[in-house]
């Protein structure tokens, strides 16, 4: 792995994580110094992720992180509801007992995090409840299209902080959908996923368009730096 290479993999870590978050600005000799390397491949790394479309040059500032337009996320969000209705209806299908185990564990431990009020843990065990089920529906291509959605750096970067809010009604329509699997009943597993997503969809909008509204206000003031509380390489690799 080449040192660009390393650079580009770790800032996309800190964006996927939420550690950086849309509108704050990424100065390239801050993150040199956190990874430990010299400014060229940090500078290059930068360059790669704002030709993907995840971050913005902000001339004499640095870079900032892109928020999603709310047109974007509602298309994304109403594709991906669709997408893991029929996943949660194959896995009631498919499902065996080891697996409803598996299930429950994930589940339980997104309670468990939630209470802790850390929006980059609790967003990682969303993130594994959703996909767990995508797995169970074992069928390839509709993996490959799920995880897609997952990579999506910018949805990642900017709903860290809406997913711990939602916490308390999420956990409650995971529980649906758990319930249905469990049971085997395929409609409403596929009824209950894509009700929860559509309804996340509608929240998750009106966060974005909230947060646009904060943004524009804020950026006639200054650029907020979101380095400083950076972790290290080696606390993302645990």
Same mark, same amino acid.
């Given at each position: ?8 993999q770790q800032?996309k870590?800190w964006?996927?994580?939420? @550690? ?5 600005t990424?100065?390239s000799?801050?993150?040199?110094e ?5 400014i060229?491949?940090?500078t290059?790394?930068l ?6 479309g995840?971050l913005?040059?902000i001339p ?13 996320a509602r298309?994304?969000?109403m594709?991906r509801?669709v997408l893991?209705g029929?996943?949660?209806?194959l896995?009631?299908?498919n499902r ?10 994930i589940?339980e ?6 209470k802790?009020s @850390?929006?980059v843990?609790?967003a990682k065990? @969303?993130k594994e409840f959703h996909?767990k ?7 390839d ?5 799920l995880e897609g ?6 949805f990642?970067?900017?709903?860290a902080d ?5 916490h ?6 995971h529980g649906?959908i758990?319930s249905?699997?469990e049971s ?5 597993a596929?009824?209950?996923?894509e009700?929860h997503l559509?309804?996340?969809t509608n ?7 909230k947060?646009?509204?904060e943004?524009n206000?804020e950026e006639?003031k200054?650029y907020?730096?979101?380095?400083d509380?950076l ?6 690799s645990?």
């Amino acid at each position: 792995m080449t040192r660009t290479d390393y650079a580009y993999q770790q800032i996309k870590n800190w964006l996927l994580n939420g @550690n950086l978050k849309p509108g704050e600005t990424i100065s390239s000799y801050k993150l040199a110094e956190v990874l430990k390397l010299s400014i060229t491949p940090v500078t290059s790394a930068l360059k790669r992720l704002e030709q993907e479309g995840y971050l913005e040059v902000i001339p004499q500032v640095g870079c900032m992180v892109k928020l999603p337009t709310v047109k974007e996320a509602r298309e994304k969000f109403m594709i991906r509801a669709v997408l893991e209705g029929f996943a949660a209806e194959l896995a009631a299908y498919n499902r065996t007992d080891k697996d409803i185990e598996e299930l429950k564990a994930i589940y339980e431990q997104s309670i468990i995090v939630a209470k802790g009020s @850390n929006p980059v843990e609790y967003a990682k065990w @969303n993130k594994e409840f959703h996909l767990k089920i995508a797995r169970l529906a074992n069928m390839d291509a509709l993996m490959d299209l799920l995880e897609g959605f997952w990579q999506n750096i910018s949805f990642h970067a900017a709903s860290a902080d809406f997913l711990l809010e939602r916490h308390a009604v999420t956990i409650k329509e995971h529980g649906q959908i758990l319930s249905s699997i469990e049971s085997g009943n395929s409609l409403k597993a596929r009824r209950f996923m894509e009700t929860h997503l559509r309804k996340c969809t509608n929240d998750f909008c009106d966060s974005i368009a909230k947060f646009s509204r904060e943004l524009n206000l804020e950026e006639s003031k200054t650029y907020k730096s979101s380095a400083d509380n950076l972790p290290s390489p080696e606390e993302l690799s645990v």
